[in-house]
């Protein structure tokens, strides 16, 4: 239960992956030209600090903080944004985001440092400044990611999974804030 625990942390630090978001950091690694829905994702370049708060839920029976490190950079002639996380327990994160044309969706895979993956779908709000990540897991678990950016150096996230009863196993709240130079 430990490791799953674990696991879900990280997940929830990824709600704040894409979300450690911010225009005006986007850093071109190609002068290919992306997409509108392309460029939502360069919200995430740069490098951020994230606090998250683990709320009492089924996982977390005591709520606690955490805190980490956002990078995330564009790579694969700038189709695809790659975003590390490190948590100060040391455990990692790498993530994987698109727009699928084919699909019309984004997508995100999730690699993390005790062996999962998972892989989201996003849905993204221009007018609420808000992407939401939806995902599901053949156990039975669904997780849920908004991650609403507030300004340009602000992005706020809430992390909810639910068991198959809709039971909440976890609830993260996190704010991430672009580092300053």
């Given at each position: 239960m430990r490791s799953l625990i674990?696991?879900?942390?990280?997940?929830?630090?990824?709600g704040v992956y894409m979300l450690s978001a911010f225009p005006g950091e986007a850093q071109e690694a190609t002068t290919i030209q992306r997409s509108p829905?392309?460029?939502?994702?360069?919200?995430?370049?740069?490098k951020s600090h994230q606090t998250l708060t683990f709320l009492k839920a089924e996982w977390t029976p005591k709520e606690t903080r955490e805190t980490g490190t956002?990078?995330?950079?564009?790579?694969?002639?700038?189709?695809?944004?790659?975003?590390?996380?490190?948590?100060?327990?040391g455990s990692t994160l790498l993530m994987l985001a698109t727009y699928d044309?084919?699909?019309?969706c984004y997508r995100r895979w999730e690699f993390h440092s005790n062996g999962q993956a998972t892989e989201k779908v996003g849905i993204w709000d221009a007018d609420a400044k808000c992407m939401t990540w939806s995902g599901s897991a053949d156990n039975g678990l669904t997780s849920?990611?908004?991650?609403?950016?507030?300004d340009a150096d602000t992005l706020e996230s809430r992390l909810v999974i639910k068991d198959r009863n809709g039971k909440v196993c976890l609830h993260v709240e996190a704010k991430t804030t672009r580092a300053k130079h």
């Open positions: 674990k696991t879900m942390i990280v997940v929830a630090a990824v829905e392309q460029k939502v994702l360069d919200r995430g370049l740069g956002v990078s995330c950079t564009r790579i694969l002639n700038g189709q695809f944004v790659e975003t590390e996380l490190e948590l100060s327990d044309t084919q699909r019309k849920t990611t908004t991650d609403r950016y507030v």
